[in-house]
């Protein structure tokens, strides 16, 4: 058997396409890879609920997910009640964000996430943007204020993404670690959390060499983890910031690019790629 690697993987835009459709290229080139005894991480900023989603349509079993962007470590284990068990789990108190948060876009949503993993917004999000939205518990501004965090989300539903930024840069948040999504989202983590943070705790229990840790994204909340891994693969739909960081910058989700770099790096048979179809996670 080939040394075994740590492959940490971004799902949206990297695994799954924006609609939440997995590609059959894909599911066999990771079902390749766990085969062969490598060690498949998804590692993103989706809730525990989210991520399950994935871990459950590649048929990964054991192992651990990196999730909420790293403030969510869990380890999975067929023989546990759940098939999962958390493994660490980072909080904060949000107060101070969110009231800056609101004084700058007093119009935006807010989410919490608390150390339970049960989530509560100030209203509704948008349909399809929370994969796991039937747990979202709706509640007054002040109520999340009062909670701890293991993530918090400000998401502006109307306005221009130059608008968006221009606030974000107004925060000043730098007691915490945040990234700007693609579509006036951000998310906030506790200081110092990242994937990268979530992926170092991963690496030392599995007893994996660095050098044998490769990574894929295609988002701003990916940069850490880029930087982490000594082989990292960005989708050729990312932002420039991203590329710059890369070991190698791949096709885009809709050209099965992460099934490509992966065929190329690992030399695994090309016909992988020839596979047709797709399912949705959703």
Request: net charge negative; charged share 25%; hydrophobic share 45%.
């Amino acid at each position: 058997m080939a040394q075994q690697h740590l492959i940490a993987l971004d799902v949206d835009g990297t695994i799954l396409g924006y609609d939440g459709t997995l590609s059959e290229s894909v599911r066999q080139v990771l079902g390749a890879l766990a085969e062969a005894g490598h060690h498949l991480v998804i590692s993103t900023g989706r809730a525990l609920p989210g991520a399950l989603e994935v871990v459950h349509a590649l048929g990964l079993t054991r192992g651990f997910v990196v999730c909420s962007n790293g403030s969510v470590v869990v380890r999975l284990d067929p023989e546990l009640p759940l098939g999962w068990e958390m493994h660490h789990v980072v909080s904060f108190d949000p107060r101070d964000a969110l009231e800056r948060m609101r004084e700058a876009l007093p119009t935006a949503l807010f989410l919490v996430e608390d150390p339970d993993l049960h989530r509560w917004a100030s209203g509704a999000f948008p349909m399809g943007e929370l994969a796991e939205a039937d747990t979202l518990d709706i509640v007054d501004f002040d109520e999340l204020l009062t909670k701890r965090a293991t993530r918090i989300v400000m998401r502006e539903v109307n306005g221009t993404a130059e608008d968006f930024a221009e606030a974000v840069d107004r925060l000043g948040l730098h007691e915490v670690s945040y990234s700007v999504g693609w579509s006036n989202w951000l998310d906030i983590a506790p200081e110092g959390i990242s994937k990268a943070s979530g992926l170092a705790l991963v690496e030392a229990e599995l007893g994996v060499p660095h050098e044998l840790s490769v990574g894929a994204g295609d988002g701003l909340n990916d940069i850490e983890m880029i930087e982490w891994v000594e082989h990292g693969i960005v989708m050729g739909q990312a932002k420039i910031d991203l590329k710059r960081l890369a070991s190698v910058v791949t096709g885009s989700i809709d050209e099965d690019g992460l099934a490509e770099a992966l065929v190329e790096y690992f030399d695994l048979d090309a016909s992988l790629l020839e596979a047709s179809g797709s399912s949705t996670t959703r």
